[in-house]
Nanobody, 117 residues
Framework: QVQLVESGGGMAQAGGSLRLSCAASGYVLTSFSSFAMGWFRQAPGKERAFVAGILSATGTNYDDSVKDRFTISRDYSKNTLLLQMNNLGPEDTAVYYC????????WGQGTQVTVSS
């Protein structure tokens, strides 16, 4: 059973930055580099939504709301998925999750990001 563990969330002021990390346990055969991975978020009272994705080889895509502010990447040495979030705004307040773009694995606990104005 794969377990996804997100970390790096916290509180930030508007205009600030945070970097999220995602690691997987329980899956020894394949690294994140084999999957198209993504970050998703769920704001209070809303459904979980796509934020950013990175394909297995190259290429990234972003929701329009975070384009030019967020950067998704992989740390191959640590087999982790990263999300650099800059110029945060209150609208970015949410619980952030990682998963494959096809949502293959069970969802983790997520990491809370709270941005104050």
């Amino acid at each position: 059973q794969v377990q996804l563990v997100e970390s790096g969330g916290g509180m930030a002021q508007a205009g600030g930055s945070l970097r999220l990390s995602c690691a997987a346990s329980g899956y020894v055969l394949t690294s994140f580099s084999s999957f198209a991975m993504g970050w998703f978020r769920q704001a209070p009272g809303k459904e979980r939504a796509f934020v950013a994705g990175i394909l297995s080889a190259t290429g990234t895509n972003y929701d329009d709301s975070v384009k030019d502010r967020f950067t998704i990447s992989r740390d191959y040495s640590k087999n982790t998925l990263l999300l650099q979030m800059n110029n945060l705004g209150p609208e970015d307040t949410a619980v952030y999750y990682c998963n494959t773009l096809s949502e293959m694995f069970p969802w983790g606990q997520g990491t809370q990001v709270t941005v104050s104005s």
